[in-house]
Each structure stands twice: as C-alpha cells, then as structure tokens.
C-alpha cells in the first residue's frame, strides 16, 4: 500500500465496518430490528458462549455525552449467543455478501481507537486488502 491513511479518509472519511456480530445473531434470535443493539454482555462459565443483552438505544440529547447511546429507560431483551452461532453469522455474511468480513469489503480494518484520533485503520490481512471474501470465489 502506498495510499496514506490520510489521503485514503480524505476521500472517504470512515471505511465502512464490518457489523457487530454480536448484535447480528441477538438481533436474529430475538427478532429485533436494525436499530437493536446489545449494551452488556457476559461470558457464560469457561465457555465460549455468553448472554448478551440490549435493546433500542436513545440519543443523549444534553450532557457531556450528548449524542451518544443511552439504554437508560429502553426496554432490554437478552439472549444467549454461542461461539457456534457468532462465527455462523460471519460464514453467512461472506456467504451472502461476497465480502470479506474482517474489513465489510472496505480493505481497512479497524487498528484501534482513541478520543484524540478516533478510529484508526490499517490494510486488511484477513483479504490481503481487497476486500473479498478469501474462499468465495466470483
Ligand atoms: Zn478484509
């Protein structure tokens, strides 16, 4: 890559990421909308399951977190997600998509994020940057 990150966010501010997975199967399994989104999560014993609780989040429309999710007040369903069932969601993701479901086709994965620079990206490894599902052949 000879694209500067910065010369990249230029043109394109944030690479799309790939969903949250977690909220991809509680969102299945509970019939839950778009807009659900988990706020806790647990692990379940030494498994590599966990319960995962959410709901419909509000915007924070005063305070120093202002614009940010609130789940105070909104009604929360849980459901338990297995190891199984969160890297199904991602086979079924390549599967349906065609896109590689480390970087959601964008090339760039998330590398960190911090308040003074916000999310950082770098190359995909997973796609070696191209953005395609690795066994899905077009
Ligand atoms: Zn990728």
Request: charged fraction near 30%.
């Amino acid at each position: 890559m000879t694209t500067q990150p910065s010369e990249l966010f230029d043109a394109n501010p944030e690479p799309e990421l790939p969903p949250n997975w977690l909220n991809v199967v509680a969102r299945k399994k509970l019939g839950q909308p778009q807009e659900w989104r988990w706020c806790k999560f647990e692990m379940i014993g030494d498994t590599d399951d966990c319960v995962v609780e959410g709901g419909i989040p509000r915007l924070l429309l005063s305070g120093r977190r202002k614009g940010q999710a609130t789940w105070r007040d909104c009604e929360l369903t849980k459901c338990v997600v297995t190891k199984a069932e969160y890297d199904q969601a991602k086979v079924d993701y390549e599967v349906e998509t065609g896109k590689c479901h480390d970087c959601a086709g964008s090339r760039l994965r998330l590398d960190g994020w911090s308040a003074d620079t916000g999310n950082r990206f770098k190359p995909c490894l997973r796609c070696n940057a191209t953005g395609k599902a690795p066994e899905v052949t077009q």
